[in-house]
């Protein structure tokens, strides 16, 4: 019999409750029935356990669950011990027999205990966390994306610092390893001018090529006024090989030159940009491999017909605003080099091709533990705390870790993020996914006083 | 002495008991008082029913235990001071802990001689609760006894995971055990110096729902209750509520209401069960109920219909004394089966598909089918049959001596 079938049937109706209970990666599973049960090849422990109604109110999509579970249950404990480090979230199943269905999902908001020390869990749906029903994501300056969650894409192993505590007194933790990442060379290679030993060469006003690599957008490299806008080619040369996987483009304007009558030249922005390009690397400067894109971010696009390795930029969307491409690329070079063939503009006028700026973003990271905000964590076995501040080789944590953690312990530190747009991108060099909306106006436009 | 289970073979006697085989009790300790005749037993499932306002009785009834809950009050004599202080020593270290409980409702009394190092007992346990992994007591007497563990248990042998520790020999129990918790409060009362009784409760934590359960006799597909319910001493009651609501305001009229076309009609029936084997299936009877889920068809086994002629195996048309069934009763929906019971015990259960006034004397009561034989004027008793569940999801055994329990139920009729 089906489980529909058995919801209605007039006296086939046995419904059994399994509650899946998730913590990072421990998993507690209960089952409101008589014995244990089987489901998915996870056994679920028949306990003394009740779940509320799930009422239906105005706001369903806020309707949460209350789940009483077994006095002394570890979610019970650790909700006394104190906030709790990590998300804990609950699927319920409820079935006739065998036949399951999904009955309700949603994360724990509230653990209150009853006059006996019973734990009782408030659980909301996720859709209760929404400003509202159907929107995803609130709209802010700063990136609200989870750190290393999967909007935010960055690979948490790749922030990870392993060693081991030499002293440890309250939420005060030493070791030599938070010290050794300290100062190394930023993933993001930004501004590439304070990396001694770089060089920077194009085909045209080669002396001005360090102005794509200064970390200013305001400064630019340019083609000469008349010069041709096609084949235009522009590089950077490393002091040492690195695999770049990711660049960064502020294209900007293609600019028409206007000489005044004083002998002065005037700039018309006009309603172009460069066209098309594609990343080469090199580790002689002459001999160049095409290095295939597989993601395009931004106003550009896949210019198809050429392989995957060539980009399309659009038009007007890429004259103010970055573009960026991922690179499927795991060979270190020495020269990155950005070949634009081709470009936007009115064809009866004087032009000029401008780029703002180029940001390259190497796979390798070896960032000091940046602990300012959400997100830096230490982790000595499956305990985690909050690191809430490093100096050197000292950090911070919220709060103490039990009397199991001592000098010697061995630790991961993950590196935490403020989720402000020059965090993610010196830091992670992850402009690309970063989740707030940097030019989001303070002022509402639509308050204040009438012009008329 | 006689108060206790009556097996004069078994020996009860004031020593030390000696405990054997303790180690496989690590967490739970043995209940070693016997218990005096007048054990109470209750089964308790859950179930939620709704009710729509049909008119017509319908019902949806959604168990939410299914397993039922099992308990067990038992009266234990305490005969000499050295007793009642070892009984209370037990409940001061042990009320609030795990007990491992004989289930001396379900002992089966065992007369060849199990010797030491024995790994397995041949016994017939087709009428009791044994269960693989459970725990079983030998049970000679107050200083003769040990707990051992099952690994599997088969119609008449029992498996255990270690050798016995003890030689028994002559008659004896063999006793299935429950793990249990004491509940509620446990009383000891002395009547007279020594003399004393103590009062105790059980709930069963390693509850079953039990499987197996045929039926002698199946209609539509629900199981017959094939024997009438025992009445002895006891009053037999019937209930009928109409199933209406009262409209009043204390000042002026008032007015009773109803949106049904029936009366809630009640039952108190009491099933007396009195060999081990009954008892047994009784209990696997209730079981396939699952507290009020389950429905059956309960003949009321009363001469509630005569037939004024002979009734041929082919007629479906039977003419009955007039009881004003047209008038009063005609299709209602919690009524509409009749059970034919014949002298040899045969029950032959019908569909009523109409009713109608042949004159002030005879009704003609119209019958689904035939019932296939020729059944003489005063040739078989003609009850309505009903389709009943417990109106209870708690169900009562009153244990009156060994292997006899009388069950006292409160039954629903529901549309059929």
Redesign the interface.
């Known amino acids: 019999m089906t489980y529909e079938a058995s919801e ?4 086939s ?3 059994v409750e399994l509650y899946n209970i998730a913590m990072g990666s421990t998993r507690w599973r209960l089952s409101s ?3 244990d049960k089987v489901h998915l090849g996870h056994t679920y422990e028949s306990v003394p356990c009740k779940c509320g109604e799930l009422e239906q109110t105005d706001e369903i999509p806020k309707d949460g669950i209350e789940l009483e579970l077994p006095r002394g249950h570890a979610l019970g404990v650790l909700a006394i011990a104190g906030t709790l480090e990590e998300e804990v979230t609950i699927t319920i199943y409820r079935c006739h027999g065998t036949d399951y269905v999904i009955y309700f999902k949603g994360f724990l908001t509230n653990v209150r205990f009853n006059e006996n020390s019973i734990p009782i869990c408030f659980f909301e749906p996720r859709s209760s966390d929404l400003p509202f029903v159907g929107g995803r994501r609130r709209c802010m300056r700063l990136c609200g994306h989870k750190l290393y969650g999967y909007r935010c894409g960055l690979n948490k192993e790749n922030y990870k610092v392993t060693g081991t505590i030499d002293t440890i007194d309250g939420v005060t933790i030493t070791s030599s390893e938070f010290g050794d990442v300290g100062e190394a060379v930023p993933e993001v290679y930004g501004d590439l001018t304070k990396l001694a030993g770089c060089t920077y060469v194009a085909n045209t006003n080669s002396s001005y090529a360090y102005r794509a690599f200064d970390g200013n957008v305001s400064t630019d490299w340019n083609t000469p006024s008349g010069y041709s806008l096609t084949n235009n080619w522009i590089y950077c040369k490393w002091t040492a090989a690195r695999t770049i996987r990711k660049i960064r483009i502020r294209p900007g304007h293609i600019y028409k030159y206007v000489w005044s009558t004083t002998g002065a030249y005037l700039l018309y922005p006009g309603e172009g940009c460069m066209k098309h390009f594609r990343v080469a690397g090199s580790n002689n400067g002459t001999d160049w491999t095409t290095i295939p894109v597989t993601e395009w971010v931004g106003n550009c696009e896949n210019y198809s017909g050429y392989g995957g390795s060539d980009t399309l930029v659009d038009k007007i969307g890429a004259m103010t605003e970055w573009i960026g491409v991922t690179l499927n690329n795991d060979t270190a070079y020495t020269y990155y080099r950005i070949w634009v063939y081709d470009y936007w503009v009115p064809s009866d006028m004087t032009w000029s091709l401008f780029i703002n700026e180029i940001e390259m973003i190497a796979a390798d990271n070896t960032m000091a533990i940046y602990s300012l905000g959400g997100g830096g964590e230490i982790v000595v076995g499956s305990t985690r705390r909050t690191i809430t501040s490093q100096v050197g080789n000292t950090i911070t944590i919220n709060r103490p870790f039990g009397a199991s953690v001592v000098v010697g312990s061995a630790f991961s530190a993950y590196q935490g993020c403020t989720h402000i747009p020059g965090i993610c991108r010196d830091k992670f060099g992850n402009s690309i996914n970063y989740g707030g909306l940097e030019g989001l106006p303070v002022k509402n436009p639509y308050s204040g006083n009438l012009l008329y | 002495m006689s108060a206790f289970w009556k097996d004069t073979s078994v020996i009860f006697k004031d020593s030390d008991v000696v405990w054997k085989n303790s180690s496989i009790l690590s967490d739970i300790v043995l209940f070693d008082f016997v218990p005096a005749i007048g054990i109470k037993e209750s089964l308790e499932w859950v179930t939620d029913i709704l009710m729509p306002r049909d008119g017509i009785g319908s019902e949806q009834r959604i168990s939410i235990r299914s397993i039922p809950r099992q308990s067990f009050s038992y009266t234990i004599l305490l005969q000499t001071e050295k007793e009642q202080s070892q009984f209370e020593a037990m409940m001061f270290g042990w009320q609030k802990k795990g007990f491992a409980l004989p289930i001396w409702t379900e002992k089966v009394t065992h007369t060849s001689t199990i010797i030491a190092a024995d790994r397995t007992i041949v016994v017939d346990t087709t009428n009791s609760d044994f269960r693989d992994s459970g725990f079983v007591l030998i049970w000679k007497s107050l200083t003769e006894y040990e707990v051992i563990r099952t690994v599997t248990v088969a119609d008449n042998l029992l498996t255990l995971d270690s050798s016995i520790v003890g030689t028994y020999t002559g008659n004896k129990f063999i006793i299935p055990c429950r793990t249990a918790q004491v509940s509620g409060v446990s009383k000891r009362t002395n009547s007279e110096v020594p003399f004393s009784r103590a009062q105790i409760n059980f709930v069963i934590k390693d509850n079953a729902l039990l499987s197996g359960y045929t039926a002698v006799q199946e209609y539509l597909g629900l199981p017959i209750v094939t024997t009438g319910s025992f009445i002895g001493q006891r009053d037999k009651e019937y209930s009928s509520e109409s199933d209406s609501f009262l409209q009043d305001y204390d000042t002026g009229d008032f007015d009773y209401l109803s949106d049904s076309e029936f009366n809630i009609i009640g039952q108190n029936h009491t099933f007396y069960n009195v060999t081990q084997a009954e008892c047994w299936n009784f209990r696997l009877f209730l079981h396939s109920l699952v507290g009020r889920q389950g429905t059956f068809w309960l003949p009321t086994y009363r001469n509630d219909l005569t037939h004024t002629e002979t009734i041929s195996a082919v007629e479906t048309g039977i003419n009955i004394q007039n009881i004003k069934l047209a008038d009063n009763m005609t299709f209602n929906t919690l009524r509409t089966h009749l059970a034919f019971i014949l002298p040899n015990g045969t029950i032959i259960c019908r569909a009523i598909t109409n009713i109608v006034e042949v004159d002030d004397d005879e009704e003609t009561i119209t019958i689904d089918t035939a019932l296939g034989v020729e059944v003489a004027m005063g040739g078989c008793t003609i009850s309505f049959l009903d389709l009943c569940r417990q109106a209870s999801d708690v169900v009562d055994i009153e244990w009156t001596e060994p292997n006899k329990n009388l069950v006292n139920q409160v039954l629903l009729a529901v549309k059929a």
């Open positions: 209605i049937s007039v006296s109706g046995q419904p029935g008589g014995v």
